[in-house]
Nanobody
Framework: QVQLVESGGGLVQAGGSLRLSCTPS????????MGWLRQAPGKEREFVAA????????FYTSSVKGRFTISRDKAKNTVDLQMTSLKPEDTAVYYC?????????????????????WGQGTQVNVSS
């Protein structure tokens, strides 16, 4: 069974930065893709970014391109989301998620239904 634990959320002013980390455990991740999704109050959960763990291909939703960077730290066994130039509309609960089957296409990562395992979420609040 895969377990995902997020950390790094918090409160930041607009224009600031935060770094989220996701630590997976309980299984071998060599064939998985990992993603970050978020859910704001009253809205559906939406895709933010993803990374394929074999080739390191990355995918981003358009609203975060150039501001967010997803990466894998093999030494720490984490998948991180570096968020810069944060905006109030980035406020949400951010979830780490893992895809069980390997896929290298954007369409395999851009929706909640593409993921098999989820973390508990971490709150990010961006004040104006």
């Amino acid at each position: 069974q895969v377990q995902l634990v997020e950390s790094g959320g918090g409160l930041v002013q607009a224009g600031g930065s935060l770094r989220l980390s996701c630590t997976p455990s309980g299984a071998t991740f060599s064939s998985y893709g990992m993603g970050w999704l978020r859910q704001a109050p009253g809205k559906e959960r939406e895709f933010v970014a993803a990374i394929t763990l074999t080739a390191g291909n990355t995918f981003y939703t358009s609203s975060v391109k150039g501001r967010f960077t997803i990466s894998r730290d093999k030494a720490k066994n984490t998948v991180d989301l570096q968020m810069t130039s944060l905006k109030p509309e980035d406020t949400a609960v951010y979830y780490c998620a893992a895809r069980r089957d390997y896929c290298s296409a954007y369409g395999c990562y851009d929706g909640p239904g593409d993921y098999d395992y989820w973390g508990q979420g971490t709150q990010v609040n961006v004040s104006s």
